[in-house]
């Protein structure tokens, strides 16, 4: 049973949230923790793994981009041996059901890991935050965009088609905005690891989550919506070979979509490896038989096999949208792909940590349309 209490702060929400964890280092309660910081010139965001109160000045709990899934950072951190200290993680839900699924991956292990997971109403393209002069600006737009309940026009594709923008019971505590009076800050714990934080930080106050509730309801169902009207045009755009080749025919073959993807874990890449060296004999002779060959080749059999590797897992975050050079929205298309994948299993990446990932696990009685 989740246990919300009300954060009684007048300061400003990345702060308050600063200051929260600041406590929670110095009494020992967490050894580190990674949260977004800005750079010393305030040009760019990062996350930074803080072990001291001293280096939590300027941090950004609710950052306003997302260079990298933190997910992949937590895997770095714990993939090989766990963590021996009590590490906190500050993240986006769509990073927090990445986490989901790559503990399901084994590439996490969350033994002293405290997943803290804050409301999000969408991120900056990276490229364009670091561009734009009025960096504070955009921050105060969307902490304000919580307050109002308000779709912000700039953020990222991935962030305007997505519908779970709130923490939910895989997260140990939730630090949450929407729907709360005066955009305050309310902390949900879900788990005993939450309630050990929650208990330890002094200053809350009983809190009724029911306005919130009936508020969150209202924007997440026009978010669905706006997905599901994009998500049907977009499938028309790009269904067939003709189409799909012509939505990829910009690609040049960079794998950067598959190395941001947190999901695409394989340590050695079946698209990286010498089967696609080709002999010069062997490109001419392709040549040859069509009169043309685009080069470089495979790009397109690079994504369908991508997507045959991982969409039942994808959490729609569009890491790999924003890490393509050539502006190429691969998520858009991911999510079309892995929302209709996940559909046929009744199954959701990142939903919960009990559900078995698709085609993992062998089922007797799934899929016995396609023969048995
Ligand atoms: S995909 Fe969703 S959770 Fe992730 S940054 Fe965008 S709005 Fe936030
Ligand atoms: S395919 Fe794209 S949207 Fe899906 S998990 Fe990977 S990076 Fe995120
Ligand atoms: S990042 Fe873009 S250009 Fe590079 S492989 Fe992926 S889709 Fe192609």
């Known amino acids: 049973m989740a246990i919300s209490k009300l954060?009684?702060?007048?300061?400003?929400?990345?702060?308050?949230?600063?200051?929260?964890?600041?406590?929670?280092?110095?009494?020992?309660?967490?050894?580190?923790?990674?949260?977004?910081?800005?750079?010393?010139?305030?040009?760019?965001?990062?996350?930074?793994?803080?072990?001291?109160?001293?280096?939590?000045?300027?941090?950004?709990?609710?950052?306003?981009?997302?260079p990298v899934n933190t997910a992949t950072l937590l895997a770095k951190l714990t993939k090989f041996t766990q963590s021996e200290e009590k590490v906190g993680v500050i993240l986006k839900p769509c990073e927090m059901r990445a986490v989901v699924e790559m503990v399901k991956l084994k590439q996490i292990n969350l033994e002293n890991i405290?997943?803290?997971?804050?409301?999000?109403?969408?991120?900056?393209?990276?490229?364009?935050?670091?561009?734009?002069?009025?960096?504070?600006?955009?921050?105060?737009?969307?902490?304000?965009?919580?307050?109002?309940?308000?779709?912000?026009?700039?953020?990222?594709?991935?962030?305007?088609?997505?519908?779970?923008?709130?923490?939910?019971?895989?997260?140990?505590?939730?630090?949450?905005?929407?729907?709360?009076?005066?955009g305050a800050i309310v902390l949900t714990a879900y788990s005993e690891k939450g309630e050990e934080l929650l208990n330890s930080i002094s200053g809350l106050e009983d809190y009724n989550t029911d306005n919130r509730q009936k508020n969150i309801e209202a924007i997440i169902n026009n978010k669905i919506e706006i997905k599901e009207n994009f998500l049907t045009n977009f499938q028309e755009e790009v269904s067939g070979v003709e189409n799909l080749t012509k939505f990829f025919s910009k690609c040049i073959n960079c794998h950067n979509c598959m190395s941001q993807c947190p999901i695409?874990?394989?340590?050695?890449?079946?698209?990286?490896?010498s089967t696609f060296d080709y002999e010069s004999e062997q490109l001419l002779s392709w040549a040859d038989r069509q009169g043309v060959l685009k080069m470089p080749t495979d790009t397109l059999l690079f994504q369908l096999?991508?997507?045959?590797?991982?969409?039942?897992?994808?959490?729609?975050?569009?890491?790999?949208?924003?890490?393509?050079?050539?502006?190429?929205?691969?998520?858009?298309?991911?999510?079309?792909?892995?929302?209709?994948?996940?559909?046929?299993?009744?199954?959701?990446?990142?939903?919960?940590?009990?559900?078995?990932?698709?085609?993992?696990?062998?089922?007797?009685?799934?899929?016995?349309?396609?023969?048995?």
């Open 114 to 182: 405290y997943l803290l997971t804050v409301d999000c109403n969408g991120t900056f393209d990276i490229e364009y935050y670091s561009k734009e002069n009025k960096k504070t600006e955009l921050e105060q737009k969307l902490l304000n965009s919580f307050k109002e309940g308000t779709q912000i026009e700039d953020i990222r594709q991935a962030c305007k088609l997505c519908n779970n923008m709130i923490p939910t019971s895989t997260s140990d505590i939730g630090i949450e905005i929407f729907g709360n009076d005066s």
């Open 305 to 372: 096999g991508r997507m045959n590797h991982m969409i039942t897992s994808c959490v729609a975050c569009g890491m790999c949208s924003q890490a393509c050079p050539v502006g190429i929205d691969v998520g858009s298309i991911f999510l079309l792909t892995a929302k209709n994948a996940q559909a046929v299993f009744d199954y959701e990446a990142g939903r919960s940590f009990e559900d078995e990932i698709p085609i993992s696990t062998f089922r007797e009685d799934e899929l016995k349309d396609l023969g048995e």
């Open 7 to 66: 954060l009684n702060s007048s300061k400003e929400q990345n702060t308050a949230v600063e200051e929260i964890i600041k406590g929670l280092i110095k009494t020992k309660i967490l050894d580190s923790i990674i949260i977004p910081k800005r750079t010393p010139e305030k040009n760019f965001i990062y996350q930074v793994i803080h072990k001291t109160e001293e280096s939590l000045a300027n941090t950004v709990a609710f950052a306003p981009i997302l």
């Open 264 to 273: 695409c874990i394989c340590q050695e890449c079946f698209f990286e490896s």
